[in-house]
């Protein structure tokens, strides 16, 4: 197979972590962007030349802009964009929950990701060939208690994904949303409780959750489809989780 150039957002740990691993392991050029790099530098020195380690906070939009723009030649072509870089903050109901949060949610979320969406487009497009994978989520598809902006935020990666394919179409540019469930092993959950591990750990309590491997399959499969062929979206969940009734609150 021919060496592709993947770029992957918010790299540094989980899913982001393991699809640079990914990638590099296979032989193609990876371009690991995320706030902190000490965890990519084993990385990079493991395959020297071919992963390039780059300090990037997503919600910067001159950042973002200036970063891709100082590419070095060799990984100019990029030909995979995983538009991972992504957090919850917190659980509480709409009501009590802190508008810091929410702002936080929506500058990394919608605005780091369209950010880097805009910065890496025109260069597939000038090409004729490229992917964008961006990682929704379950959440941005069913509603839960708390869920509030976090789902929202990942609605937003949805269905602007159906409006990339709505633009690119036979431009030789497709885009998929990945959206998983119920995931373990990455920080997440301890983000979302702002290092509380303790409740942290008791999400995944009793459950076989998906792991950072399970999306790096699906990513790296993604980027294997020949260029015919446009996924639009793919929901992944483990097999211990699936859709709850609506709520109906009754009258005691
Ligand atoms: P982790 O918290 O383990 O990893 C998140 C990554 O995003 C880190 O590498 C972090 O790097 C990076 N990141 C966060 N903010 C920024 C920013 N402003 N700029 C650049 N990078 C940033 O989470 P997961 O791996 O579990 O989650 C990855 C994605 O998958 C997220 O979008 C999440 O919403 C989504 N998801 C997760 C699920 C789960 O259950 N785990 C399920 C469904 C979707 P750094 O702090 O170094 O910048
Ligand atoms: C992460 C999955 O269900 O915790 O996006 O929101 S969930």
Redesign the pocket.
């Known amino acids: 197979m021919k060496q592709k150039t993947i770029l992957v957002t918010g790299a540094s740990a989980g899913f982001g972590l393991a699809i640079a691993e990914r990638f590099a392991a296979r032989g193609d050029k990876v371009i690991a962007c995320s706030r902190r790099t000490a965890s990519l530098e084993a990385l990079a020195a493991a395959h020297e030349g071919r992963v390039l380690v780059l300090p990037l906070d997503v919600q910067d939009r001159a950042a973002v802009a200036a970063t891709i723009d100082a590419l070095p030649a060799d990984f100019q072509q990029i030909d995979v964009l995983v538009n991972n870089a992504g957090l ?1 903050l917190g659980l509480e109901p709409a009501q009590s929950a802190f508008l810091d949060d929410w702002d936080t949610m929506i500058a990394t979320n919608c605005s780091g990701l369209v950010y880097v969406t805009r910065a890496v487009l025109p260069g597939m497009v000038a090409r004729g060939r490229g992917q964008v994978i961006n990682i929704g ?3 941005g598809l069913f509603a ?1 208690p708390g ?1 509030n902006v ?2 929202a935020t ?1 609605a937003f990666v949805h269905q602007f994904t159906n409006n990339l394919n709505a633009d690119l179409i036979a431009t030789g540019v497709r885009a998929t949303c990945v959206e ?4 373990g092993g990455t920080e ?2 301890s983000v ?1 409780f702002k290092g509380d591990d303790a409740r942290a750990a008791s ?1 995944y309590d009793g459950t076989q959750p998906l792991t950072a491997e399970d999306i790096a399959d699906t990513v790296e499969w993604l980027a294997d489809r020949p260029a015919h062929v446009t996924i639009g979206s793919i929901t992944m969940m483990p097999s211990c989780q699936s859709f709850g009734p609506l709520a109906v609150k009754r009258k005691s």
């Open positions: 919850a989520s379950v959440a839960y869920g976090y789902g990942k998983p469930g119920l995931c997440f959950s979302r999400v």
